[in-house]
Nanobody, 121 residues
Framework: QVQLVESGGGLVQAGGSLRLSCTAS????????MGWYRQAPAKQRELVAT???????NYGDSGKGRFTISRDNPKNTVYLQMNSLKPEDTAIYYC???????????????WGQGTQVTVSS
């Protein structure tokens, strides 16, 4: 069984920084793209950023300019460095990965449990 486990969320003051991490655990799988999404109260989940295995990145409007996505392929880990945080960045941040287990034919989407980020003004 493959799981995505996030860490690094918490409470930070406006202008501060946080680094989120997400690691895929299990055996017998390969990962294609990885990414971060977020969902604020009463809002739809939105794209923050994605990164391919070859490190090509794509940022949603919420992630442009202040956030940086990166990954460590041997560690099956994706990171999200968030700087100059604002109260409107408050949300649950979800890790996403396209994973193919050795028993699968295609890649499927996996999601982490989410990590809360709260930015106080």
């Amino acid at each position: 069984q493959v799981q995505l486990v996030e860490s690094g969320g918490g409470l930070v003051q406006a202008g501060g920084s946080l680094r989120l991490s997400c690691t895929a655990s299990g055996t017998g799988f390969s990962i294609n793209a990885m990414g971060w999404y977020r969902q604020a109260p009463a809002k739809q989940r939105e794209l923050v950023a994605t990164i391919t295995r070859g490190a090509t990145t794509n940022y949603g409007d919420s992630g442009k300019g202040r956030f940086t996505i990166s990954r460590d392929n041997p560690k099956n880990t994706v990171y999200l460095q968030m700087n100059s945080l604002k109260p409107e960045d408050t949300a649950i941040y979800y890790c996403n990965a396209a994973i193919r287990r050795t028993s699968d034919i295609t890649y499927r989407d996996y999601w982490g449990q989410g990590t809360q980020v709260t930015v106080s003004s």
